[in-house]
């Protein structure tokens, strides 16, 4: 998938970029390394949050691609492997 299409409908307005009537706000520095960021007009965004910097405050980002979690039994979860493994059927 293109980088395009994964911010399909987003348009440079004089209040920046703008996606589906909200104004996006550029990735921050915890979001280096994420899959989820795309390039749009010489500036990073976020494709499944318009406000990256609030998915930091409280802790690791949620949708993050590159943060390892860490699950109650102490075992980390690479994310992109568990997200596969979701795909497959849970196992
Ligand atoms: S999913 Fe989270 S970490 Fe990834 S780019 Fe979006 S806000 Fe940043």
């Known amino acids: 998938m293109s980088n395009e299409r994964m911010l399909e409908g987003a348009v440079k307005t ?3 970029v703008e996606l589906k009537g909200m104004v996006l706000e550029a990735v921050v520095e915890q979001c280096d390394g ?3 960021i795309r390039e749009f007009e010489g500036e990073k965004f976020c494709t499944s949050y318009p406000f990256p910097a609030k998915k930091w405050v409280l802790g690791d980002c949620n949708f993050a691609t590159h943060v390892a979690r860490v699950t109650a039994s102490g075992k980390k979860i690479n994310p ?3 997200s596969k493994r979701a795909a497959r059927g849970g196992k």
């Open 14 to 16: 004089a209040e920046g």
């Open 80 to 82: 992109l492997k568990a």
């Open 34 to 36: 994420c899959d989820r």
